[in-house]
Structure formats: C-alpha cells, structure tokens
C-alpha cells in the first residue's frame, strides 16, 4: 500500500497545478450557478404569477397561492397548470392544429379566432416558464459541477503534502521530529540537528 500511495504523490507539481486549477474552476462555476438560480428568481418575481388558491390539480396542492418564483415552480406551472388549462380549452388541440382549422374555416369562426389567441398566450407563456427551468437546471448544475470540482481540487491539493510525509528520509523526519519537540518544550534544538 505503501509503494502504491508513494507513486500517485509523485505527481506532486502536476496535482498541484491540477488542484489550483480545478479549485479555482469550482469557485467560479459555484459562483455562476448560483447567479444564473438568482436570474431566473429576479425575473420570475416581476411577472407576479400565482399558483391559483386552491389548487385544481392535485399534483399542484402544495403549491396552492404561492408565487412562482424558481426553476422548479416554473416547469410546474407550466406544465401541470397551463398546459391542462389548455388542453381543456382546446380538447387537447395544439396552437398551430386550431390555428390550421380556423385559417381552412375562412378565418370566420369566433371560436376558433378565440381558442386560437388564448392558445397563442398560454403557449407563449409556458415556453417562457421552461426557459426559466432550463436556466435553473443549469444553474443546478454548474452549482453541483462546482463543488465537485473543489472537493477533487482539495483531494488533488493533499497529494503534494503526502508525498513530502510519505517521501522523506527517516533522518529527515526525525530532524523534524526533534525540533518539533524543541520548539515545544521551550527548548533548543538539540545539537547535530
């Protein structure tokens, strides 16, 4: 074990410089995660969209009169809120099928003019909503790609310390050993050291 764990620490400069780099990557991805989460929150907030109070579908119930304000709220509201929504104006007709019925209508029917322009809106409005979930996913990750690369930089950081305590002659170390004991008895280190 010993053999094995002297080979791997003597990578010392290359870990080092691998350990800076990818601690300084992990701060930085942490950091741009955590900006691109506050995004979507900061633009979420203006739009003031409620879940509605109460819920009308069950998987919304813990939820029911909060606003949405997350990735996560985002993709929920739209959906498991609007797209039911939609479907039930529509009999689960896209925009563009309704759209292609009322343009081969002659554009007369009223019905079809309206369903067509609430479709249009809440369509609209639900690709806006998994735009914001796509941000916070990504800002998820980057968040997690982060840390993961700050743990593995520290790991990589640990590597050069173990090869000086594993690598070092058995003089040197208890060179070391005597002036550490030295300096805490108050003492002068002894002579010949």
Known sequence: MRTFLSKITKLTPVAAGAAAGLIVLGIVAFVAGNHAQSVVTSQLAPQKIYFPKPAEYAVLKPYAGQQVLTGTQAELYANDQILPDMNK?????????????????????????????????????????????????????????????????????????????????????????????????????????
Not at 122 to 148: D, E, H, K, P
Not at 155 to 168: E, G, K, S
């Open 89 to 193: 104006i529509s009999g689960g007709k896209t925009y563009a099928q309704v759209s292609e019925a009322w343009i081969a209508g002659g554009m007369k029917s009223a019905t079809l003019a309206s369903e067509r322009q609430t479709l249009f809106m809440g369509t609209t409005l639900r690709g806006m909503l998994l735009n914001a979930w796509g941000w916070a996913q990504v800002g998820s990750y980057a968040i997690l790609g982060g840390i993961l690369a700050i743990i593995i930089g520290s790991i990589l950081f640990i590597l050069p310390v173990a090869d000086w305590l594993l690598n070092q002659s058995p003089a040197e170390a208890e060179s070391r050993r005597r002036k550490t004991a030295a300096k805490l008895s108050g003492g002068a280190a002894p002579a010949g050291v």
